[in-house]
């Protein structure tokens, strides 16, 4: 059976994505950018810090990581609640030792039950980015875009209400966008997105209502691709990280400074039998000299400032 003629005539159909939000830009040919205090590597941690409702919402879709029996799901609930209780402390107490400031990817809920974990992570110099409002606050293709606009505004709003500070950055849960979350990102005054992973340093995206800039957040490399879904140990994460450090070290001698992007989830990296191997992993890297860690709004501002 042949096909209908009329699937050769898609009109978006040309090089590169088939949209107009940025143009085709080959990674090795781009002008080379330098990190501060001569950083060849910067490392953005980005912590995702979640509230799992205990029933799931399925509409649009079901979140990674959600619950997964039949309710009351007690068991998937307090494994997640974990990463409130405990997780997220050995994570921060990890970076403080080293000194690294990161974005902690944060549902509003968060800042409404947990104020005080809030104000911890302030205290810390870390950066609130908006996470939507719950993990059942999914956005998808087909979503109304007023519904999707109140979302993005109620999360903006309850954070800065219990921060004092407007999110500059953005994370939808799994990455997942509808074709006017872009647009709904810019309106509401949010100065960059994590959502799209096509590069490895952050980019110009345009939408009809002005630019807004993307970093690219890496799925691959995330303690729960590794870790939950590979099923593989934090001594095969951490040699993955290296392996990933190692490589982007060696390009930016000839290309520029790099970036790496390192995605945690407290309720997975924050075990007792995962925190050791951790924390080595992050004090190696602070040994080396060509190697930063850097808040998303710090490699925004950075990056902009060289286009």
């Known amino acids: 059976m042949s096909l209908d003629p009329s699937?050769?005539?898609?009109?978006?159909?040309?090089?590169?994505?088939?949209?107009d939000y940025y143009s085709y830009s080959?990674?090795?040919?781009?002008?080379?950018?330098t990190w501060?205090?001569?950083r060849k590597l910067m490392i953005w941690p980005v912590v995702s810090l979640e509230y799992f409702p205990i029933v799931p919402n399925d509409v649009p879709f079901r979140a990674p990581g959600h619950m997964q029996t039949a309710y009351p799901d007690y068991r998937h609930y307090t494994a997640r609640e974990y990463g409130t209780r405990i997780g997220i402390y050995r994570l921060l107490g990890a970076f403080e030792k080293v000194g690294a400031k990161v974005s902690v990817a944060t549902n509003s809920v968060i800042a409404e039950?947990?104020?005080?974990?809030?104000?911890?992570?302030?205290?810390?110099?870390?950066?609130?980015?908006?996470?939507?409002?719950?993990?059942?606050?999914?956005?998808?293709?087909g979503m109304v875009e007023a519904e999707e606009r109140a979302l993005i505004a109620d999360s903006l709003g309850s954070l800065e209400k219990f921060t004092g500070t407007r999110p500059r950055g953005w994370l939808s849960i799994a990455r997942s966008q509808s074709?006017?979350?872009?647009?709904?990102?810019?309106?509401a005054g949010v100065d960059y997105m994590c959502d799209w992973v096509n590069d490895e340093l952050p980019y110009a995206f345009q939408t009809e209502a002005g630019a807004i800039t993307n970093i690219p957040l890496n799925h691959e490399l995330s303690d729960r691709q590794i870790v939950n879904v590979q099923q593989q140990s934090v001594?095969?994460?951490?040699?993955?990280?290296?392996?990933?450090?190692?490589?982007?070290?060696?390009?930016?001698?000839?290309f520029g400074a790099r970036m790496l992007p390192m995605h945690l989830t407290p309720y997975i990296m924050g075990l007792p039998y995962r925190i050791a191997a951790f924390?080595?992993?992050?004090?190696?890297?602070?040994?080396r000299s060509e190697i930063g860690f850097?808040?998303?709004?710090?490699l925004v501002d950075s990056w902009s400032s060289q286009q």
């Not at 947990?114 to 998808?140: K, R, V, W």
């Open 279 to 287: 924390e080595k992993l992050i004090a190696d890297f602070a040994e």
């Open 7 to 19: 699937y050769l005539e898609y009109p978006k159909r040309h090089r590169g994505m088939d949209h």
């Open 179 to 187: 074709f006017n979350t872009a647009k709904l990102l810019v309106e």
């Open 113 to 141: 039950r947990y104020p005080l974990l809030i104000q911890e992570i302030l205290a810390g110099g870390h950066e609130i980015i908006a996470h939507s409002t719950d993990m059942n606050g999914t956005i998808a293709g």
């Open 26 to 33: 080959k990674f090795f040919s781009r002008k080379a950018i």
């Open 294 to 298: 850097a808040r998303g709004d710090a």
């Open 235 to 254: 001594d095969s994460y951490a040699q993955q990280m290296t392996d990933a450090a190692d490589w982007l070290l060696g390009e930016a001698d000839r």
């Open 36 to 38: 501060p205090d001569a």
